[in-house]
Nanobody, 129 residues
Framework: QIQLEESGGDSVQSGGSLTLSCTFS????????IGWFRQAPEKERQGVAC????????RYDDSVKGRFTVSRDKGGITAYLQMTNLKPEDTGVYYC??????????????????????WGQGTQVSVSS
């Protein structure tokens, strides 16, 4: 059974930084792309960053480009989301999720949640102005 667990959420002021971690278990980490998603109150879940199974490819939503960096341990079981220059609109519950290569169907990674089968419970990030 694949499981993912996020950690690192906190309350920070605008302009601050946080690093979220996502620990993966139950399968071979290197076979799965990892995506980071956030959900603000009364809004749909939105893909913010993702990294391919090898770590070679990344994608970002336009709203976080230049501020967020997604990475993963090579040979490890953890993915990260480094967030800098945080803004109040970054507030929400942040989830990590995994997508198998088969599920991606030729893509190396994607911001679309439909490709992701396993999800963590989420970690809260709150940014005050």
């Amino acid at each position: 059974q694949i499981q993912l667990e996020e950690s690192g959420g906190d309350s920070v002021q605008s302009g601050g930084s946080l690093t979220l971690s996502c620990t993966f278990s139950g399968a071979t980490f290197a076979y799965y792309a990892i995506g980071w998603f956030r959900q603000a109150p009364e809004k749909e879940r939105q893909g913010v960053a993702c990294v391919s199974s090898t770590g070679a490819a990344t994608r970002y939503d336009d709203s976080v480009k230049g501020r967020f960096t997604v990475s993963r341990d090579k040979g490890g079981i953890t993915a990260y989301l480094q967030m800098t220059n945080l803004k109040p609109e970054d507030t929400g519950v942040y989830y990590c999720a995994s997508a198998s290569l088969a599920r991606l169907g030729g893509l190396v990674t994607s911001l679309d949640p439909k490709f992701y089968d396993y999800w963590g419970q989420g970690t809260q990030v709150s940014v005050s102005s």
